[in-house]
């Protein structure tokens, strides 16, 4: 579980595992090998039976500032028919998949930007703690692509409503920590200073349950909303955003 990566920092205590997106010099952009390694990371959690929290959060000045729009370039440049493309889309919901199923509760520790698949990212976590200077955007639509990444879209409605989503992805507009606490983004505001504490104060607390009884109540909670969700807005995902992205070079918007 500890052992190096690249793109990731990873540390446990007490039963908490804390993940940190490590690419501080890219806003914590993700990139393929950041996939494989979360990937990598969730699965391993699957069997581990010591880890009842996870804790999500990255390196430097933004918790996420989206995809590696170079890497996506690049891989276009590299192979036309968009299979490449394609592979790096369906590891993207592969890694949303298993965050949404895992049966330990995870946590989101949000500052700074928290963009397009930062977001989608953050959003298939159980809890979201951010810091009252967090600005959020979903921008796939002024880039050009569809909000297809993740399979994020129905985890999204779900969690901020139908409405509001499609405002915020239409428009593209940022928000703040108290519109994204306002729409259940957030289910914690707090000041910067305290965002550490307030992580930690949950984190503590959840890792003292039951943990069959917190799996179970997962469960429950997944079986609701979770699969729903995965089986409606993935299936069609990795085609979308390969086709938009062949179609089109990425703009700034």
Do not use: Y
């Not at 446990?12 to 990371?41: C, F, K």
């Not at 959690?45 to 996420?64: K, N």
């Not at 049966?103 to 809890?127: K, M, N, S």
């Amino acid at each position: 579980m500890l052992a190096d990566f690249k793109t990731l920092r990873v540390t446990a205590e007490h039963h908490i595992l804390r993940v940190q997106l490590d690419r501080p010099e890219s806003g914590n952009s993700i990139d393929g090998l950041m996939l494989t390694e979360l990937l990598n990371v969730l699965r391993t959690l699957e069997d581990d039976s010591m880890v009842r929290v996870m804790v999500l959060s990255g390196a430097g000045d933004h918790f996420c500032q989206g995809s590696d729009r170079s890497e996506l370039t690049r891989l276009l440049d590299e192979d036309l028919s968009g299979q490449l493309l394609r592979a790096l889309a369906n590891k993207a919901q592969r890694v949303c998949s298993t965050l949404s199923q895992l049966g330990i509760v995870t946590i989101a520790r949000l500052h700074g930007d928290v963009l397009g698949a930062g977001l989608a990212l953050a959003a298939f976590c159980d809890l979201r703690v951010g810091a009252d200077t967090c600005r959020f955007r979903m921008p796939e639509v002024a880039l050009g692509v569809p909000p297809a990444w993740g399979g994020a879209l129905p985890r999204l409605a779900e969690e901020a409503g139908q409405a509001w989503v499609r405002r915020l992805l239409l428009t593209s507009e940022s928000f703040d920590a108290a519109r994204a606490e306002q729409l259940s983004i957030l289910q914690e505001v707090v000041p910067a200073k305290a965002l550490d504490a307030a992580v930690a104060k949950w984190a503590k607390l959840i890792a003292r349950r039951d943990p069959t009884t917190t799996r179970i109540t997962k469960s429950m909670l997944n079986a609701r909303a979770g699969a729903t969700q995965l089986a409606v807005g993935t299936h069609l995902d990795d085609e979308l955003l390969t086709a938009a992205i062949t179609r089109r070079k990425l703009i700034r918007p």
